[in-house]
């Protein structure tokens, strides 16, 4: 599973929802009624109202889905003048066949008197305005709804190549970090410590978390510092100072989730790059679970002769652990790195947790 969230498949990929289609049509039409409804509140005399409308609606669904389905056509068209000349040809056809059928409909069909027929010549006007009116519509239904679609598509893509680069990332964590671990494993047993067999069982925590636990978008900060725990352990192991590094957690940790081996990076390089002849602690680390935010800091001694920013995440570099951060959490997160009077230190603080 992928560590961001990506919009479901049940959704076409590259079309809106079709209901969302059909709530934006709808709305339109009812728009429209409103507005012959509210001529009919003008003149309420007008003996021909609703028939005129029925004619009317009819007319101007034709004339409104034959705009909106020819429209691609259109588009696809190289030669923009063609189909500009193509798209006025079919107002004006559109407009025609408006003109006859409403002759048709009311001099032969309904037989409405003569005297109600003189202004004839008007009804082509009338026809040709509202044929333009309905293209009008079309078009700008049909723009937005393809602007819609067309966002929805680049928004799906950004998540999935954010959730591919995300994966790439965590991928290059998990392999890293394995095989510094796996190289303690044998150096303890190399000097055949009494310490092996402990350091092994922690080697299976750990790995018992990356293989199940990480594999998810979010875990719970919980599980994280357990895994964080082990890492500590295991190094005490090595090391034979198992008092080197101090872990400290405040706050509240019931419910809190977050990234999968967010913190590791950080806790590696200390151990990594941090001098190893200096009083117990040396290794600070804190962490403080806040309503809103996680704060995490890594504070160590560097050792002498050596560039602490040469590797400062635990080989996979400081900028993927950024890029990592700026996926996970864009705008949410702020992440300090200082180098002072040898003592690096590192502040991660995630808000809105």
Known sequence: MSELSVISYVESMFSMKKNSKILIHAFFWVYMLNQQ????????????????????Y????????????????????QN??????????????????????AVVFWKYLIQVAPKELVNMNEWLYVNIRMSIIYTVYAVLIKL??????????????????????LALLRSQVNPHFLFNTLNNIYALVYQKAEDAPAAIMKLSSIMRYMLYDATTDKVLLEKEIEYLQSFIQLQGLRNRKPNFAEFNIKGNLNGRTIAPMLLIPFVENAFKHGSKNVPYPGIRITLISESGQISFEVINQI??????????????????IKRRLELLYPGKYTLSIKEEHDVYSVKLVIVNQ
């Open 303 to 320: 050792r002498k002769n050596t560039i602490a920013s040469k590797d400062q995440t635990g080989g996979i570099g400081l900028p993927n």
């Open 58 to 77: 009819t007319l101007a669904f034709i004339n409104f889905y034959a705009i909106y389905y020819s429209l691609p056509f259109l588009f696809k068209k």
């Open 80 to 101: 923009k003048v063609l189909s500009i000349l193509l798209g006025s040809f079919m107002v004006l056809a559109i407009a025609c066949f408006r003109y006859g059928v």
């Open 37 to 56: 409804l509210y001529y009919f509140y003008l003149s309420q005399t007008y003996d021909y109202f609703w028939t005129d409308t029925v004619l009317s």
């Open 144 to 165: 937005a709804i393809d602007w819609f679609e067309s966002q929805k598509v680049k928004a799906e893509m950004i998540n999935q190549s954010q959730a591919s680069e």
